[in-house]
Nanobody, 121 residues
């Protein structure tokens, strides 16, 4: 599975942005998906995850209520809608996929290349 993240950019604090992660090579309808981010000088951290069916989601406390992860069936793409963005959300955002693992650690087997999100104050 090859994952391609896109949709990053520069946005003002309080604004919104949606990042996407498209899969190539095979369908990932049966894969659990996650979003992680890494800010300069910091370790990569968990942001959100969604189960293969879309029936379960999990968010980091720092983004709960502001970010929404979604995985439309048969579209082979997972989205992260980010609202009420803050400067501390600035990071490279990575998507990840795994056929069995669903959680908040980086145990996912497949990773995208990342997309930069910058939030100005």
């Amino acid at each position: 599975v090859q994952l391609q993240a896109s949709g990053g950019g520069l946005v003002q604090a309080g604004g919104s942005l949606r990042v996407s992660c498209a899969a190539a090579g095979r369908t990932f309808n049966n894969y659990n998906m996650g979003w992680f981010r890494q800010a300069p000088g910091k370790e990569r951290e968990f942001v959100a995850a969604i189960s293969w069916s879309g029936g379960s989601t999990y968010y980091a406390d720092s983004v709960k209520g502001r970010f929404t992860i979604s995985k439309p069936y048969a579209k082979n793409t997972v989205y992260l809608q980010m609202n009420s963005l803050k400067p501390e959300d600035t990071a490279v955002y990575y998507c990840a996929a795994d056929p069995t693992y669903y959680g908040l650690t980086d145990e996912y087997d497949y990773w995208g290349q990342g997309t930069q999100v910058t939030v100005s104050s």
